[in-house]
């Protein structure tokens, strides 16, 4: 869902891009997180924890989809949130539910998500894919009703 109505604001090409870009990412982020928490808390356990999957990246097409869709509201658990908020509330929703999940992957999403919408990530991202004809303007959205995208876009 997340990546459909993103996927209607923005180009296929750059929507593959900030894929392959937050999956790097967030990783990283991930790693970064966890160093923090062992020299934080003294505590080496932490040095061991893994995490691998696809829900980092998901935290972040929230985030990203809640910027280029703003005003709206979601459900979770129940409640309507404002979608702004929506994600930290899952956030913590999620590990009072299925504590064995990485609060530290899913927050590493958030934060990269944030990175490219309130950040320098997005700059960084265009600077990278300058060069290349088809990413020359990911902030323009796509209008379905012209000609340009009257065929079926895979």
């Keep these: ?12 090409r750059w929507f593959a891009y900030i ?11 991930y790693m970064v997180l966890e160093f923090m928490v062992v020299r934080i808390l003294d505590d080496p356990s932490y040095e061991k924890n893994c995490a691998v999957g696809f829900s980092g990246v998901l935290f972040a097409l929230k985030v990203l989809n ?15 949130i404002s979608s702004k908020y929506a ?30 919408t309130t950040g320098p990530l997005k700059k960084i991202m265009k600077a990278f894919a300058g060069g290349i004809s088809s990413f020359t303007d990911p902030d323009r959205l796509r209008d379905y009703h012209s000609s340009k995208y009257s065929h079926l876009v895979i």
């Excluded at 869902?1 to 296929?12: A, E, N, V």
């Excluded at 392959?20 to 990412?25: D, G, P």
Aim: glycine share 12%; hydrophobic share 50%; aromatic share 10%.
């Design 66 to 80: 809640n910027h280029y869709n703003p005003g709206r509201v979601s459900n979770v658990l129940g409640y309507q």
């Design 87 to 116: 994600c930290w509330v899952e956030l913590v929703a999620i590990h009072l539910i299925s504590p064995g999940t990485s609060f530290a992957g899913h927050l590493a999403g958030i934060l990269v998500g944030l990175m490219y």
């Design 19 to 29: 894929i392959a870009v937050f999956s790097v990412l967030i990783g990283v982020v």
């Design 1 to 12: 869902w997340k990546g459909i109505m993103l996927k209607k604001k923005i180009k296929s």
